[in-house]
Structure formats: structure tokens, C-alpha cells
């Protein structure tokens, strides 16, 4: 379930249907995930998220499944459950082997750490790290 | 500064010199950064973390780029300024180029978005998405 | 369940059923939320904890319900279910239309986002932006 | 400064400059803060996000003060210096008195204080709060 | 500085500096550090502030140095500059040696590592950790 | 579950089950939580973290039931389910009290109230905090 509850394919408006249809026909599937039931309560805000994704997701200077990657790894550091399960599975889809995966839990595993280890011994940024150098 | 100072080389302990050394060398490099001269107060800390840093950056089944931008994409997250100016640094000498760059900021902003929809959506996880399916 | 349980109206002690009697008078109910049952086991902490809140989110120079969407906002930051899901519901009671709340996760999708672009890019402040001018 | 620095209106593409003028005409101001000048490198995402917030932090269910404090709140929680900067003088601009930010911040605190008493004690969700119901 | 300036003991309501006398007294000192300055524009936040930290921190069934590691070890997770800077140096005047600071970090370190891990990989809490077993 | 699945000490490899039984033997008890069952998939993380962890969390300058409670406040602070849960359990087990786990939250609380409050008022570092002085 969600807050407002998931608005199906069948249920939905127009303006919702025309979201899912694109959704749906770009990532060659026939099924709709609960963000998207969950989200089409804004119709507005639907729309503008899935337009953002698809154009941020897609191919570009990275490759979507190093993007997907990221994707895992800041949703991992926000504790988001449902990001990590979802997304995850979306790495997995676009070629993420098991081998990749425990690299990146690794990595951001490792970046957790070392991020507290600055803070707590309050470093200073090094003058060659500086932007505008 | 850091909240104990830092530990130069001509004032640190052998066993500190020797990581100092490693890193100079991995890295191709004639200086260390402020992280490495202030967790040198912990010998132990500095040799772990070092050895870490080293296995798990290098490469293996993800290239040592797309690892610093994971590493740079979870800093933002945090909001831990020395990590993602000196990741950043890191990322660019390994070949970021400023079109990568910007891709991974739009990746990370996004996700960092959807990340509190869906929890403020309160959206379950799909059976889909489910480990163990 | 919690950690150690939840403490029952009727096997609280003389200070706890005090602070649920102010809890349900002050809210018109007739039932106490697992938090306070939980926080029960530290009457001090719930005594303060409660007479904080009461201040805090009364009426004041900003509407209760403005104070239970900022609530919502913090709690879907820091992605807690529980905080998320309670003030959910109390913000709903205060008069929080769908609209309003499909706005407010706008707004926090948003702020998440926005706060780590300034953070990657590495934003100065502008001097117009520093207190004390 | 800024990682890939800040790009000024007389430096601006055609497309970057559109959005500045959009962003002062909008504002009723004469000039741009720095986090539009950093994405300006970006101008996808530069134009992307200012038509986001300026759709979103636009009047509707709530109030564009409103809104702010909400964008202040979120900012404080996830320790953005820069956004918490500039989005408290911009709340100012739209009528936040001293009064009302105290009261915003007593309840960031209050909040951000539960949503970890909450964690700590491992308190379930009431079934009268899960959404659905 | 900050947002609303600060508030010197001379220029203090009376109120106000009932309760800077107060923390001056128990802390056996002749100055107020900034944060109760500007907390000081909202007197009843800066009372019930400085009241429930005199008696959360007070000695107890924890002793008031391992306290103050503990408010260490939350403000370097939430990258807190201030309070890691503060903290820290009252953990060091009630008794925190170098290799206890060390210590200290090194288990914060950790402990932000394992949770992304844990996260990451998507781990179910065992039958034996739940409460009320 | 977790994303790769649990293995089993019957069907680990021999690198796996050298870590489980170090484990066991280490902290005297017969089983083996998800945690590491998920971590077995990548043997060389799994191996580091456990030796890491032993190392960190074994007695030094600091107890190692107050290593435990940190380790409770960073996992709260962070909002992870799991490790809230866990260690829990494993400081209850070293003697911590229910005295001082509530006094334990109530730190924990109130650190994450004040980092917010210092955040949001924008409070500069006084210069008696700042290293190296």
C-alpha cells in the first residue's frame, strides 16, 4: 500500500495512462512498479519524475548501468529500502553481476567509513583539492 | 588543521612512513593528503584503512573510475566536504571528464529525490523487487 | 512490539498514566500511540519529551498544521517510517488536504535533490546569503 | 568558488542566459546566486531544475513561505550549509519573521530528537496509522 | 555569527542570562560557547535546551565522559561541524585521552560502514534480535 | 533473506566457514547472524569486516560495552533496522543495563536535536573549539 493508496492502469486518468504507457513501451515490460501507482495522485509530479529519469537514466557520458549503480549506492547511504530493492534489481537487469554488486556494497561500505573518519578528525581540505585551482 | 594536528613525514613513525611510502607509490604521486597525516595518530587505523582503500579501489570487476565516482556519489550524499573535493580530484585524474561529472550529479540529485518520495509515499516494495525471488 | 515493549494504561505507573491522561485530553482521543507506550519505560524522558512536543507543536506564530508538515518533511528525510506514518495521520487530522501533501513531497523531493547539487558542485555561499549582513 | 567555477551572465550560453533573465524576472531581482551559476555547466540540468522549482515553490495548496520553511527544514536536517543560507533569506524575502523561524526550528530539533527516540526504541507502526486502512 | 546574530550577556534579557549563569555555574566557567548565543534570541527554546542537557548529560547510570563520546559519535554521523568541534572538546576536559578519541573513531567508522552494508545487502532482522522475544 | 540469499556453514566454502567458526568461537555461542550469512558471498569483504570488527570492537582503551552502545547511537542516528536491533542485543549482553539504554537514547536524542538546532542557525565555530589551538 502506500500514503494515498495505488491508482492501477485501469483506474487511472488519461494524463496517468499516458505516463505508464511511455514507462511501460521504454522499459519493454508489461507491468507498472508501485512508485509510479503511488505517485500518479500527482499526476504533475508523475510525469515531470518519470521525464527526469528517463532522460537522466539514459544513455549519455555513463553508461545506464553504471548509472543504475549509482542509483544503488546513494539509495544504500539514504537507507531507502525500496530504492535499494528496486534498483538493485534494475542494475541486475541492465547487467550488474554478482561480481559488480559486492564491489559497489564495498565501495560505498568504505566511503561510509572514510567519511566519518574526515569528519571526526575535523580535516581540512588539502589547498590541492580546492575547486578553482 | 585536524582535531590532533598533522603528522608530516620527517615527524612520523616507521611504521607510519611505510604506509605513507605505499601510498606515494600506488599512487604515482611525492605527497600525502591531509585524511592520511591526521588518521596517522592511529597507526593501526591509517594501516587498516589504507590497505582497504587499496584492495577494494583498485581494479577488478568495476573499473577504478566508476568506483571514485560511486565513492563521490555517496560523500555528496553525506554532505562530507573534504571527501568530495578530494574524490572529485581523484575521479578527474582517473578520467572523469566534465560531461561525466555532470551526468553523475543529476544521477545522485534524482536519487536523492525519489529516495523521500517513496518514503514519504509510504510505497511498499513490489513482490517483484522481493530478495529471495 | 519495541525494544523493551509497550507499556499498557492499566500497568503504568502513577507518573506515566499523568502524562497519557494529558496526552488524550490535550489530543480529544481516547488511545495512547505505541511511541509514548515504548518511551514509557523512561518516565523522565517521556514527561519531558511530551511537555516539549505540547509546547513545540501549539499554536504560536506558526498553524499547527504548518508545524505537523514540517514534522512530515524532517521524518521523510530521515526516512523513519514510524515518524512518517504518525504525522502523517496528525497532519491529516490538523486539516492537510491530498493537495497540500502531494506539494509538501514536492518540496521535500525537491530540497533533497537541490541540497546535493550544491553539495557536489561544491557551492560558496554568496556574501548576500551570509548572516550578519 | 565551485568545482567547474561559476559561469557569469556576460560568459553565458543563448540557452543559459534565458534561464537567468527567467530566473531575475521571476525573482524581481538583478542577480543570480551562485548555484545557478555552478549548474550553468549543465544547462540541461541548469534549466530542468529552475522549471521544477519554480513550478514547485510556486503558489497552489500551500504557500510559497510555506514552502520555504518546508525547503529550510529538510536543508537543516541534512546539514546543507549553502541551502540553509539561502533559503532562509529567501523565506525571510517572503515574510518569515524571527518569531516564525524559531518555532520552525523547535520543531526541526523536536523532530529530528523523535525520529530517533523512535529508532532507538524500535517502536512498530499502530495499525491506526498504516496507510490504507 | 548566525542567522539572527549573537547575543552577548550584556546585552541579554534577563531571562537570558539566568540561564547563561546557570551553564557558567555548572560547567565551572567564565564564557558561553556561540550556540547558546544564538539560541539565545528564543529564550524559551534556549531554557528548555540547556535544561534538558544538564540533566541528560549529568552523571547517571553512564558516566558523563562516555555522554559526551556518545554526542561525538551522533554529530560526526550527521556531519555536524560545530558539534564535533564542541563536543570533542568537552569530551576531552571531562577525561577523553588521545587513544580513547581514536577508539572512538574507529567504532564510528565501522559502524557507518556495516550499516550501508547491511543495507545494501538487503539483510533480514534474525528471529533472536527482535524484540520482546 | 538479503539480495544474494543467506549461505548456510553447511554449504560454505572452507575460507567461509574458517571466518564462521572465529565467529563462534570468538564470541562463544553456536550461531551465526544474517549479517555475515549475506556477506559470505563476497569472501574477501566478509573476511575484512569480521577481522576488522573484532579488532575494533575487542577491549583497549575504551570498554567494550561502550563500544557497543556507540556502535547502537550511530545505527540509530542512521536509521538502520537491523543494526539497531542487533547490537542491541549485544550491548544488553555485555551488561548494559535498561537504565542505561534509555540514558543512551536520550544522548542520542538530544545530540540530534542540537546538530539541527546549530545547523539552522548557522552558529560559527568559536575559536576555543577549533583543532590546534
Known amino acids: 500500500m502506500a500514503t494515498l493508496g495505488l491508482i492501477e492502469y485501469n483506474d487511472a486518468s488519461r494524463d496517468v495512462r499516458a505516463v505508464y504507457d511511455d514507462i511501460m513501451a521504454t522499459r519493454k515490460t508489461d507491468w507498472i512498479n508501485n512508485f509510479w501507482k503511488a505517485l500518479a495522485h500527482d499526476p504533475v509530479t508523475l510525469k515531470r519524475t518519470w ?25 544504500v547511504s539514504n537507507q531507502c529500502d525500496y530504492c535499494i530493492a528496486s534498483h538493485t534489481v534494475s542494475a541486475q537487469k541492465k547487467g550488474m553481476t554478482d561480481a559488480m554488486f559486492k564491489e559497489l556494497m564495498a ?15 575535523q580535516v581540512e581540505i588539502d589547498e590541492q583539492f580546492k575547486p578553482g585551482r
Do not use: C, F, W
Not at 110 to 117: D, F, G, H, I
Open 51 to 75: 521525464e527526469d529519469i528517463k532522460q537522466i537514466m539514459g544513455p549519455g557520458a555513463l553508461d545506464p548501468l553504471i548509472k543504475e549503480m549509482i542509483y544503488v549506492a546513494v539509495s
Open 107 to 121: 565501495v560505498v561500505g568504505m566511503a561510509n567509513e572514510t567519511n566519518r573518519l574526515v569528519a571526526g578528525y
